[in-house]
């Protein structure tokens, strides 16, 4: 009878350490993250601020950052699971400012076109950074540099944005983008509202 409940206790003991291995191994599962390709299409909501005169605008964007890394999702391969952006942003940055430079007034024409205005808008930086121990503590900044050039006169100006929020877990990719978006559109609403530069290519 020893011997039976031996066996017993060997197979109980077999099956909770199965259950165990299955656990340990959806655990680490669930804190694997993929990586995260960000396509960059932020809502800009600044006013329009109307001009007082007509003016062509030689307008280029580019992206000045050193790498395209914008963070890390985390997780338990946190070195891999890096938050990206696409190859090329000017393209789709270059868009979404002439929509808004156009409502201004301006008339968006190609660089070296002979503008009256010549408007070059840097992506400086653009960071994602987790953190916190409770709660998931996401921050996340922004930053654009402007030259703008007019006859023989230029300005520079710098417009930045610092977001942090906290999370009950780490956001997910459609969230993400969201934050990352959302820092780089006021940043971007800065420039857009920024009366002094407006005055300048105008005036």
């Known amino acids: 009878m020893s011997g039976f409940r031996h066996s017993i206790h060997t197979g109980l003991f077999a099956v909770r350490t199965i259950v165990a291995v299955i656990g340990l191994s959806l655990a680490a599962m669930s804190c694997a993250r993929s990586p995260q390709v960000v396509d960059l299409a932020p809502e800009l909501t600044g006013p329009p601020g109307n001009i007082e005169g007509p003016r062509t605008v030689e307008l280029s964007v580019r992206d000045d950052r050193s790498s395209k890394v914008i ?29 808004k430079l156009e409502q201004q007034g301006f008339t968006i024409v190609s660089p070296g076109s002979g503008g009256e205005v010549k408007l070059r808008v840097e992506l400086q930086k653009l960071t994602y950074a987790l953190g916190g121990s409770v709660l998931t503590e996401v921050t996340l900044s922004a930053s654009v540099g402007v030259t703008c050039t007019k006859g023989g006169d230029t300005l520079t ?47």
């Open 157 to 203: 100006s710098r417009y930045g944005t610092n977001h942090k929020e906290e999370f009950a877990s780490a956001p997910d990719e459609k969230k993400n983008s969201e934050l990352i978006n959302m820092v780089l559109g006021k940043s971007l609403d800065q420039m857009l509202g920024d009366k002094e530069l407006r005055d300048f290519m105008s005036k």
């Open 71 to 99: 963070g890390s999702r985390g997780g338990l391969y946190a070195a891999t699971s890096t938050i990206t952006t696409e190859n090329d942003i000017s393209p789709g940055l270059t868009e979404l400012l002439s929509q």
